[in-house]
């Protein structure tokens, strides 16, 4: 491998984040569903020949963490793709995460060399199952929130594979749009594979193929040197999920040096309720927090986590086995995870940890057959504070990085009104620095409809850190016609009549510092 100049590497790394953000710009803007073109739901990145991560866009972190482990899936089953050929794949027992969320993988040519690969994942608002929205709460397998795919070739070179296309998106109540959000995926990494060859005709591609393993390699040298930082030592914490007496995570980490073990040994055996986390989400959410607590400005590839070991015992509600149900444990799971390990990084380096931030992504799910309709969102919540400022408020934090779906948008999409899109006052907690205020999100059903709520942080409130208060807890209501209320459980799938009413309370921000 050719040795490159600083500067042809820095022009090369930031070229290839290009690409991926410009993929997932034509993804949303080609997308048909709310979900992806309001929302931006979805997720770019690109890599290199090996299957190795070379450059993400900042998109959802819960995502990114795990679109590796999809591609390495792809290559296992079809070896290195050929030029032009695209797979869809979201089983997450082969990479995926839950089964809303789809994954293309293209193979990216040039000449008779194969450059790499761009990929594009984004959360589809229906794949079928036994709810509107694919999570339903009482889902005990996984066959019941949707269509599993594995590996599967959806388009070469000269044409679509149609009939594989129209299978995925008959599995869907809403077929027509499941068809044009994936043609979006399509185009995004046609986009994709267009501007990684013009780099390649620009740079050349030996030049470009080096750059690709240079720059892991300096992600790498960057996050060892942070990490080296940290004091070593055993720190462990746990937490537990809303289901039941609660379920238990528990996690060690283990700083030696320049990197970093964390086992999950001790969490709770496997549940039939669908919080369950597939090793990818809970590998994604431990690289989240590493990346957040070592070097978060170094280019974000697959160098950014060698320094970093995860294990978790097979069985487990953070390493699941078929046909354990997954959808919630990608949303919510994978936030308590993040909220779990920075507890335990808070006792090696206390000034440098954030107070807890919501814990969870508020998952609020309403559809219908008939009216087909599949309305899905997450809602931003208090931002925990940080050793240098208040946290922020009405944001999604941890592993989603999704925006508010804008009520216009919601509005002329659904059979839906809102009633009250505001800040939910006096949510964060107090502290030298105070935590983000949460949301309140209340919304109308116009028809007759389901409602799927997946949610945590309901009666267990995000902790504050180094003395300051715990945010504020999230609420679920039902308003029904008559303005009777009914507080709703923390998940769970009912129907909705035309006319009643949802709101969502989310959980404010824990503070940090005592503010005495």
Same mark, same amino acid.
């Given at each position: 491998?050719?040795?490159?100049?600083?500067?042809?590497?820095?022009?090369?790394?930031?070229?290839?984040?290009?690409?991926?953000?410009?993929?997932?710009?034509?993804?949303?803007?080609?997308?048909?569903?709310?979900?992806?073109?309001? *929302? @931006?739901?979805?997720?770019?990145?690109?890599? &290199?020949?090996? =299957?190795? %991560?070379? +450059?993400? !866009?900042?998109? $959802?972190?819960?995502?990114?963490?795990?679109?590796?482990?999809?591609?390495?899936?792809?290559?296992?089953?079809?070896?290195?793709?050929?030029?032009?050929?695209?797979?869809?794949?979201?089983?997450?027992?082969?990479?995926?995460?839950?089964?809303?969320?789809?994954?293309?993988?293209?193979?990216?040519?040039?000449?008779?060399?194969?450059?790499?690969?761009?990929?594009? *994942? @984004?959360?589809?608002?229906?794949?079928?199952? &036994?709810?509107? =929205?694919? %999570?339903? +709460?009482? !889902?005990?397998? $996984?066959?019941?929130?949707?269509?599993?795919?594995?590996?599967?070739?959806?388009?070469?070179?000269?044409?679509?594979?149609?009939?594989?296309?129209?299978?995925?998106?008959?599995?869907?109540?809403?077929?027509?749009?499941?068809?044009?959000?994936?043609?979006?995926?399509?185009?995004?990494?046609?986009?994709?594979?267009?501007?990684?060859?013009?780099?390649?005709?620009?740079?050349?591609?030996?030049?470009?193929?080096?750059?690709?393993?240079?720059?892991?390699?300096?992600?790498?040298?960057?996050?060892?040197?942070?990490?080296?930082?940290?004091?070593?030592?055993?720190?462990?914490?746990?937490?537990?999920?809303?289901?039941?007496?609660?379920?238990?995570?528990?996690?060690?980490?283990?700083?030696?040096?320049?990197?970093?073990?964390?086992?999950?040994?001790?969490?709770?055996?496997?549940?039939?309720?669908?919080?369950?986390?597939?090793?990818?989400?809970?590998?994604?959410?431990?690289?989240?927090?590493?990346?957040?607590?070592?070097?978060?400005?170094?280019?974000?590839?697959?160098?950014?986590?060698?320094?970093?070991?995860?294990?978790?015992?097979?069985?487990?509600?953070?390493?699941?086995?078929?046909?354990?149900?997954?959808?919630?444990?990608?949303?919510?799971?994978?936030?308590?995870?993040?909220?779990?390990?920075?507890?335990?990084?808070?006792?090696?380096?206390?000034?440098?940890?954030?107070?807890?931030?919501?814990?969870?992504?508020?998952?609020?799910?309403?559809?219908?057959?008939?009216?087909?309709?599949?309305?899905?969102?997450?809602?931003?919540?208090?931002?925990?504070?940080?050793?240098?400022?208040?946290?922020?408020?009405?944001?999604?934090?941890?592993?989603?990085?999704?925006?508010?779906?804008?009520?216009?948008?919601?509005?002329?999409?659904?059979?839906?009104?809102?009633?009250?899109?505001?800040?939910?006052?006096?949510?964060?907690?107090?502290?030298?620095?105070?935590?983000?205020?949460?949301?309140?999100?209340?919304?109308?059903?116009?028809?007759?409809?389901?409602?799927?709520?997946?949610?945590?942080?309901?009666?267990?409130?995000?902790?504050?850190?180094?003395?300051?208060?715990?945010?504020?807890?999230?609420?679920?209501?039902?308003?029904?016609?008559?303005?009777?209320?009914?507080?709703?459980?923390?998940?769970?799938?009912?129907?909705?009549?035309?006319?009643?009413?949802?709101?969502?309370?989310?959980?404010?921000?824990?503070?940090?510092?005592?503010?005495?």
């Amino acid at each position: 491998m050719a040795e490159l100049s600083a500067v042809e590497l820095e022009v090369v790394r930031h070229a290839l984040a290009g690409v991926a953000d410009e993929m997932g710009i034509a993804l949303r803007r080609a997308a048909y569903s709310p979900n992806i073109k309001e *929302r @931006a739901d979805c997720s770019a990145a690109v890599f &290199a020949p090996d =299957g190795q %991560m070379v +450059a993400q !866009a900042e998109h $959802i972190p819960v995502h990114l963490g795990a679109m590796p482990e999809s591609v390495r899936s792809v290559l296992s089953v079809f070896g290195p793709l050929k030029p032009g050929d695209q797979v869809c794949v979201n089983d997450p027992y082969l990479g995926g995460t839950h089964l809303p969320d789809l994954t293309i993988v293209s193979a990216v040519g040039y000449g008779d060399r194969l450059l790499g690969y761009v990929a594009n *994942r @984004a959360h589809h608002a229906d794949v079928g199952g &036994a709810a509107p =929205g694919s %999570m339903p +709460a009482s !889902a005990t397998e $996984i066959a019941m929130e949707g269509v599993r795919i594995p590996p599967v070739r959806v388009a070469d070179a000269h044409r679509e594979y149609t009939d594989v296309v129209q299978l995925i998106a008959a599995n869907s109540r809403t077929p027509e749009e499941r068809m044009g959000d994936l043609r979006a995926q399509f185009a995004a990494n046609y986009v994709g594979a267009r501007r990684l060859r013009e780099l390649t005709n620009r740079m050349g591609s030996q030049l470009v193929n080096d750059a690709m393993a240079a720059v892991c390699d300096y992600s790498d040298r960057r996050v060892r040197a942070a990490v080296r930082e940290i004091p070593d030592g055993r720190y462990s914490s746990e937490d537990v999920l809303e289901i039941g007496d609660g379920v238990p995570i528990r996690a060690m980490v283990e700083v030696n040096g320049d990197e970093i073990a964390v086992d999950f040994t001790g969490t709770a055996e496997q549940i039939p309720v669908n919080c369950n986390a597939v090793f990818a989400v809970t590998l994604s959410a431990t690289m989240f927090v590493f990346r957040m607590l070592t070097d978060p400005h170094a280019p974000p590839n697959a160098g950014c986590y060698r320094a970093l070991r995860v294990s978790a015992p097979e069985g487990t509600v953070v390493n699941p086995v078929f046909p354990a149900p997954t959808a919630a444990g990608n949303v919510e799971t994978s936030q308590r995870i993040v909220d779990v390990l920075l507890a335990a990084f808070a006792q090696a380096m206390p000034e440098k940890v954030p107070a807890a931030s919501q814990g969870t992504m508020n998952n609020l799910l309403i559809g219908s057959a008939n009216p087909p309709f599949n309305y899905y969102e997450t809602l931003g919540g208090g931002e925990g504070a940080t050793p240098l400022r208040d946290g922020m408020s009405g944001v999604h934090t941890g592993m989603t990085n999704t925006q508010n779906t804008p009520a216009e948008a919601m509005e002329l999409d659904y059979p839906l009104r809102i009633w009250r899109y505001e800040l939910r006052r006096n949510s964060g907690g107090g502290g030298r620095y105070r935590g983000g205020e949460g949301l309140v999100r209340e919304v109308e059903a116009l028809a007759d409809c389901t409602l799927t709520i997946q949610s945590e942080r309901r009666t267990t409130a995000p902790w504050g850190a180094h003395g300051g208060c715990s945010g504020a807890a999230g609420r679920n209501l039902l308003i029904r016609r008559d303005g009777s209320e009914e507080v709703l459980p923390s998940k769970s799938t009912r129907q909705l009549a035309a006319g009643e009413r949802v709101r969502i309370e989310t959980p404010g921000g824990g503070g940090w510092g005592s503010s005495g």
